[in-house]
C-alpha cells in the first residue's frame, strides 16, 4: 500500500488488475478510451490541451472500468485506486503522444 496525492492509501495491485482489465476490454476500448483519445488529441491540435481536464476525462474511464469490473466479477474499486488509474493513463497517454 502506498499513499497517492489524493491522501488515501492505494492498493497498487487493484490498480493493476483493473489497468489490465480496461486494456483487454474491447468494450471499454471503443466506447470509452478511444473517443477520449481523439478529445485530447483534438485539443492538443488546438493548443488547449490541459493536464488536469485531461485527468479528470481519465478518472470518468477509470469509473465506467471499474462499474463494468464489478458487474463482471463483483469487486469495488476505491476512488483512490481509480484516480491513480487515471493519473496513469494520462501519463501514459502523454508519454505515446511525445509529450514535453
Given amino acids: 500500500m502506498v499513499k497517492n496525492t489524493y491522501d488515501e492509501k492505494v492498493d497498487k495491485e487493484a ?14 476500448y471503443f466506447k470509452s478510451k478511444k473517443p477520449i483519445y481523439e478529445n485530447l488529441d483534438k485539443k492538443r491540435a488546438k493548443g488547449i490541451y490541459d493536464k488536469d481536464k485531461s485527468e479528470k476525462l481519465f478518472k470518468y474511464h477509470a469509473d465506467r472500468s471499474s462499474k463494468a469490473y464489478e458487474k463482471e466479477h463483483g469487486h469495488k ?5 481509480r484516480k491513480a488509474l487515471a493519473k ?12 514535453k
Fill in 15 to 28: 490498480v493493476r488488475e483493473l489497468k489490465l482489465y480496461e486494456e483487454n476490454n474491447s468494450d471499454l
Fill in 77 to 81: 474499486f476505491t476512488v483512490g485506486e
Fill in 88 to 99: 496513469e493513463l494520462r501519463e501514459e497517454y502523454e508519454e505515446e503522444r511525445n509529450f
